[in-house]
């Protein structure tokens, strides 16, 4: 061991004539190990945040949208679906008809977008089908051919969110009323169109915003209530590389021609991450006042000990140790306790946003944070950069007191003893 780093062990484990000095220690200490542990599971948090929403956000949606800007959807739309489909980077295609729409069920109603869609497509560019967790999603299949005399006159099944059927008080086999706004034109004026529907599944992606306000139908029953045959609103892409589907997007729009407009999952939630790389940008600066705090403990607690070491550092300097080893004491001694507060500080954040992410014992209210539980992911990179956070503003607390036990003088110190 260096001489140096012996001398600054024995002085943290050594008894002191003032016991207030230790006190102080072991509080610089807590303080590191408690801002250390703070910074690691906001960090986490922020992280797990950002995590689950991406990870929600792209099962539950494609990667590119395709739309017809120039006109009200897409007509003759089987030839473009299987040009683009055959694309570089394209991994899947699904039309889809979007419309907002009312429903309803007795005396409850609730605003919703209805998509008209084509099951087998829609489950390669959403996992949203197959979350669902009562009744089923198969009656959506397509049916064998019928008059369309029969077909109006069936009750057609529909698949809704979870929070959408428990505002109506809907439930698997129940009939409910949809109604939309593209309306019929009588006599008496726009007369709004609406068709009963039964409900076959109930799904929860445990994203608020989809299972809250997202109802699934037949592409044909769709377009049979919005008196719209044959038209789509638009196409969805799932891609290879989700984080190239801004470029991507391009090339599609080049080869759909004229008229076409794409967007993207980064786009549509582009304001949804910027405000959480914000919170994390101020999370971090809030809590890393815990550490500055500690480490004016630190500079505290080593220029009381300067002060009650000052007659063994003349000893010391009477014995031929130099001044810069005698600063490098007091240097390591406040590295030294700024490694024993962040390993602990390391070990509380990492324990705690595990016992967090594993056991989700703390709830969030779905409908404003959009999911239903706080998730912790605490990442290697932000262990370090935390870490070194620590150890730099701790070794700058070091200086000013090592430089004063540097300055001391023998003769002077020793003088009455």
């Not at 299972?211 to 609103?233: C, K, N, V």
């Not at 991507?248 to 304001?271: C, D, H, K």
């Not at 306790?337 to 954040?349: E, K, M, N, Q």
């Not at 950069?385 to 003769?411: C, E, N, W």
Request: hydrophobic share 50%; proline share 4%; charged share 15%.
């Amino acid at each position: 061991m260096r001489f140096e780093l012996f001398i600054a062990a024995r002085y943290l484990r050594a008894k002191r004539r003032q016991a207030v000095v230790g006190v102080i220690t072991a509080i610089s200490v807590i303080g590191v190990a408690a801002g250390v542990a703070s910074l690691i599971i906001a960090l986490a948090i922020t992280n797990g945040m950002r995590r689950d929403l991406q990870d929600r956000l792209v099962g539950s949606t494609a990667h590119v949208l395709l739309m017809r800007v120039s006109a009200n959807g897409i007509r003759d739309w089987r030839p473009l679906l299987s040009r683009l489909r055959a694309l570089p980077h394209v991994t899947a295609a699904a039309p889809g008809l979007y419309e907002e729409v009312l429903i309803s069920r007795n005396a409850k109603s609730a605003g919703a977008l209805i998509d008209g869609i084509v099951p087998s497509d829609q489950r390669t560019v959403s996992d949203l089908l197959q979350s669902v967790q009562q009744g089923s999603a198969e009656p959506l299949n397509p049916q064998p051919a019928t008059s369309d005399a029969a077909a109006a006159q069936s009750v057609p099944p529909i698949v809704i969110g979870q929070d959408l059927a428990q505002t109506i008080g809907a439930e698997v086999g129940d009939t409910i009323l949809v109604t939309s706004p593209q309306g019929e034109l009588t006599p008496l004026g726009l007369v709004p169109k609406y068709q009963r529907y039964t409900v076959a599944g109930v799904f929860n992606s445990g994203f608020y915003q989809y299972d809250s306000s997202y109802a699934f139908i037949r592409l044909a029953d769709a377009q049979r209530l919005f008196s719209e045959p044959d038209l789509i609103s638009a196409i969805s892409f799932k891609v290879d590389d989700m984080y190239r589907a801004d470029s991507i997007g391009r090339q599609i729009e080049q080869s759909a021609g004229p008229g076409y407009e794409s967007t993207n999952w980064m786009e549509q939630n582009r304001e949804l991450f910027r405000a959480l790389r914000l919170e994390q940008i101020v999370t971090f600066i809030i809590l890393a006042l815990i550490v500055c705090v500690a480490a004016l403990n630190i500079l505290i607690a080593l220029t009381m000990m300067v002060m009650e070491k000052t007659r063994d550092i003349a000893v010391l300097m009477s014995f031929g140790v130099r001044v810069d080893q005698v600063r490098r004491i007091f240097l390591l001694q406040g590295l030294l306790i700024s490694l024993i507060g962040t390993a602990l500080g390391l070990v509380l954040g990492f324990g705690l946003s595990w016992l967090g992410g594993h056991y989700r014992f703390i709830h969030l209210d779905a409908s404003v944070y959009s999911i239903d539980y706080l998730p912790f992911a605490p990442r290697l990179i932000d262990a370090l950069i935390v870490a070194a956070v620590s150890l730099g503003v701790s070794l700058l607390a070091t200086l000013y007191p090592s430089s004063s036990a540097a300055k001391v003088l023998p003769a002077e110190a020793l003088r009455y003893e």
